[in-house]
């Protein structure tokens, strides 16, 4: 576990040394606190934390895969990765410690958004339950998110197209239940447990279902795998 702290290490400290996180993480507070405004000047408190939640996960499947691109893109364009493949570290850890990272500044940037909550518990009272649920839930699909991220950063030299990627996939897993009501049978259900949304809809509402958690940790751990064959297939090429 040691290669994976030390590439964990070193990918956040890269993050925090160049302007990228900075300015996306930027925006994304700047984005959820001009809707966090708009919705606590018409709504309950409750209601309020409920949109925070909401508009974060919106805008974090465009922030995840932004940050995540350059993780194994940049690598495979400055002929670096192939250096770290050949060295005494196995994909996995590589892999893993790359995650751990992106997971570490998309946790960072969504702490900063408690300040809102902190405001309603001064002007308000929201229910604790639902503010607890709710972040587990958008730490859930944020770290779901990263893993999507990472492995589009694994299909591709250039980051933009990674970053495409990712959304588009995001995208998809976000809205699939949109494409489920229109449609019936084996389909629907598998429609609608494939969107991500659908899955933290519960945890807004302040209720608990163990169902979800797996839900998302099955999202990461698929998408890990993809990534650690992925960088499997770089070795025989």
């Not at 609608?192 to 659908?198: G, K, N, P, Y």
Request: glycine share 6%; aromatic share 16%.
């Amino acid at each position: 576990m040691r290669n994976t702290f030390y590439i964990a290490w070193r990918e956040t400290r890269a993050y925090f040394l160049t302007p990228t996180a900075y300015i996306v993480g930027a925006m994304f507070l700047v984005l959820t606190g001009i809707f966090f405004v708009f919705q606590v000047t018409s709504t309950r408190p409750e209601a309020s934390v409920r949109s925070i939640i909401e508009w974060a996960t919106f805008f974090m499947v465009f922030f995840a895969p932004l940050i995540t691109m350059r993780l194994l893109a940049e690598e495979q364009k400055l002929g670096t990765l192939e250096l770290l493949l050949t060295s005494p570290v196995s994909d996995w850890q590589v892999a893993l410690g790359k995650y751990l990272a992106s997971i570490i500044i998309l946790y960072v940037t969504v702490s900063l958004t408690l300040y809102y909550v902190l405001l309603l518990y001064i002007f308000g009272s929201p229910d604790i339950g639902p503010v607890l649920t709710g972040y587990l839930g958008l730490l859930l699909y944020s770290a779901a998110c990263g893993a999507i991220g990472l492995a589009a950063s694994s299909l591709t030299s250039n980051q933009l197209i990674a970053a495409v990627v990712g959304v588009a996939i995001l995208l998809t897993l976000s809205f699939a239940d949109s494409v489920g009501y229109t449609l019936s049978g084996v389909i629907k259900t598998i429609l609608m447990w494939v969107c991500m949304d659908a899955h933290l809809n519960d945890f807004t509402k302040g209720v608990f279902d163990f169902s979800h958690i797996i839900y998302y940790f099955s999202v990461i751990g698929i998408f890990l795998f993809f990534t650690i064959m992925s960088l499997q297939s770089r070795r025989w090429r």
